[in-house]
């Protein structure tokens, strides 16, 4: 596929139509002449069926969600998008059923009670989640009947399409493999205090937890109000995310389970304690939550030196040039740099990352399941369109003022989620799990680092293994009976 996106990308045209006032926009239409990008991916068995027999062509499907991905564009964005297919290629459209996002489930469990299903929603895990427990309760269908999953086109995404399985069937349709935290940083605070750049030593692989830890403690002063690391999920970058592991899993035979006595997650636990106990985090007062530098705003006090690495996502750092000199800090300076979370010393040498996964699922009732799976493969075409990923390429180096290095390292930590899928299943558990989850995950930042790891295993093992229990209880009877969660 790589060699497939190097060939010469087209020339485009686009004419962005965007609508003033109002908090909606109307969708921004683009005219692009891709029959060369078409041709390059119909090489490697790649492309949409003919909107002449396709099934759920010229239908208008209901997106039940929180956020408008289809009429609310900035006006700056001009993006090609599967959306901007579905309607041009196919004559679909989409109508926007909006909820709140704190009621999403309830109001979705209410309108499937009422027969007024919509069609789809966001999927995912963490924010967008909808799995296990939405699915268990037959809030959505299976969208195996609608795909094939043996096409080329979800060839890239199919370690993501895995994580929402029950039994054989799957209740995601992943569009887009992204990788969620990694360690942005300013250079010219780095070079100020004699450090070595993160970036350099990953390039050398030598950017590893001991090197994040001993710059951290060198730079950490809380007295001159100086925290080494800030971010909303410092725990679970050092535990989980940077080790592949993660806390609640799956075993082999599809089962979940509470995965506390893993070494490898202990091992970065110890990381969070050190980091906790020496007081490295950020904090107000005896808040220890470890997420709120000024207000919750990401990166800030980075670009002061007050703050050595607010971990975050590409979608937290990628701002405007004006926001960026507020927060990470001047990017026509080239001081903003990132580079993948660090890796275990004594691991398997190999750099994790946690993937995000984008994509929708289809509710159980909705009245047109075929077009919300037409829309998904516009979606997934788009990804590896090469005419688009050269406008988003643009964007990000035009908009955002990200270098050729900054560049071929978002390449780099795309490479390694999409290789590696792993991720969390947080986000739509039991509300028992999910409590227990959360106590282990911030127990050590919270205390600041007066629970240790074996002390936190402890006094949540008992509940976890239980709510597991409970879950996979759950799954047996869907699978063997077809009952729903209560």
């Known amino acids: 596929m790589k060699k497939i996106l190097s060939l010469a990308l087209v020339l485009l045209m686009i004419v962005a139509l965007v609508g003033c006032g109002g ?52 006006k700056e964005e001009v993006l090609a998008t599967g959306y901007w297919t579905f309607q041009q290629k196919y004559g679909g ?11 999403r489930h309830d109001k979705l469990a209410a309108l499937l009670l009422s027969n007024e299903a919509p069609d789809f929603t966001p999927c995912g895990v963490s924010n967008n989640a909808m799995y296990p427990i939405d699915c268990l309760k037959g809030m959505y269908q299976a969208v195996d009947p609608y795909i ?26 992943v569009t887009h ?39 951290c403690l060198e730079f ?67 808040d220890y939550w470890g997420l709120n530098s000024y207000g919750g705003t990401p990166g800030m006090r980075v670009k002061d030196g007050l703050c050595l690495f607010w971990l975050n996502s590409r979608y937290g750092f990628a701002k405007v040039p004006e926001e960026m000199a507020q927060t990470y800090g001047d990017m026509s300076q080239n001081e903003v740099m990132f580079a993948p979370l660090p890796r275990n010393d004594n691991g398997d040498g190999i750099y994790y990352l ?65 290789s590696n899928v792993k991720t969390f299943y947080t986000g739509n558990l039991s509300s028992g799990l999910q409590s227990a989850y959360d106590s282990l995950d911030f127990g050590i930042i919270r205390t600041g680092g007066k629970n240790s790891w074996a002390q936190l295993k402890e006094q949540y093992a008992e509940n976890m293994s239980y709510y597991c229990d409970e879950m996979n209880a759950a799954m047996n009877t869907y699978l063997t009976t077809g009952e729903y969660m209560t």
């Open 23 to 74: 908090r909606k926009r109307k969708p921004i239409q683009l005219t692009l002449n891709s029959e060369d990008s078409a041709a390059i991916l119909a090489a490697a068995g790649i492309q949409l069926p003919d909107p002449e027999t396709v099934v759920g062509a010229n239908t208008t499907l209901k997106w039940f969600s929180w956020f408008d991905s289809f009429h609310n564009y900035n």
């Open 93 to 103: 459209d989409v109508e926007y059923v909006e909820t709140v996002y704190a009621e």
């Open 148 to 173: 094939d999953i043996t096409d080329p086109l979800w060839e890239g995404v199919m370690g993501g399409l895995d994580y929402f399985t029950l039994g054989d069937q799957h209740f995601a349709l």
């Open 177 to 215: 493999i992204g990788y969620k935290d990694v360690c942005p940083y300013n250079r010219r605070v780095l070079d100020d205090w004699g450090f070595e750049d993160p970036a350099e030593l990953y390039a050398n692989d030598e950017w590893t937890w001991s090197k994040f830890l001993d710059m």
């Open 220 to 286: 950490n002063d809380p007295d001159s109000d100086r925290f080494a690391v800030d971010g909303y999920y410092i725990a679970s970058s050092f535990a989980e995310q940077s080790t592949g592991h993660y806390i609640i899993d799956r075993d082999e035979n599809g089962n979940f389970i509470a995965n506390l006595d893993d070494p490898v997650i202990e091992e970065g636990e110890n990381i969070v304690y050190e980091l906790a106990r020496n007081d490295c985090m950020y904090r107000i007062g005896n």
């Open 354 to 418: 946690s993937a995000v996964l984008d994509g929708y699922s289809i509710v159980r009732g909705a009245q047109n399941p075929e077009g919300v799976a037409l829309l998904a493969l516009c979606d997934r075409f788009k990804d590896v369109d090469p005419t688009v990923i050269s406008v988003d390429e643009r964007q990000l180096m035009e908009k955002y003022y990200w270098t050729e290095e900054m560049m071929a390292m978002n390449e780099e930590c795309n490479r390694i989620a999409q």
